[in-house]
Nanobody, 125 residues
Framework: QVQLVESGGGLVQAGDSLRLSCAAS????????MGWFRQAPGEEREFVAA????????YYADSVKGRFTISRDNAKNTVYLQMNSLKPEDTAVYYC??????????????????WGQGTQVTVSS
């Protein structure tokens, strides 16, 4: 079992930056591929970014490519999402997720085994 706790969300203005963190506990962190997803009110959950267990494989949604950066620190059991040049359309609850085996698409939520509770990000115009 893995517990995931997100932090770092908040209310910012368009163009600002935020860094989300996801702290993992319960299992060996570096065994897991990690991902960030988000869900806006009334919308489906969507993929944001993912990172392989070693940090060498990175994946991004087109909507955030060039603005968001995913990274991980296996010594701290933490994955990060640096979000720059935020836009109002980035407003959503952001969820951290972990998957045991890096099989299948990293962008598919059903390929993840554990989820955090989410952290709210609100970007005002």
């Amino acid at each position: 079992q893995v517990q995931l706790v997100e932090s770092g969300g908040g209310l910012v203005q368009a163009g600002d930056s935020l860094r989300l963190s996801c702290a993992a506990s319960g299992r060996t962190f570096d065994e897991f591929g990690m991902g960030w997803f988000r869900q806006a009110p009334g919308e489906e959950r969507e993929f944001v970014a993912a990172i392989g267990w070693s940090g060498s494989r990175l994946y991004y949604a087109d909507s955030v490519k060039g603005r968001f950066t995913i990274s991980r620190d296996n010594a701290k059991n933490t994955v990060y999402l640096q979000m720059n040049s935020l836009k109002p359309e980035d407003t959503a609850v952001y969820y951290c997720a972990a998957r045991n085996y890096e099989l299948g698409s990293a962008a598919l939520g059903s390929n993840y085994d554990y989820w955090g509770q989410g952290t709210q990000v609100t970007v005002s115009s």
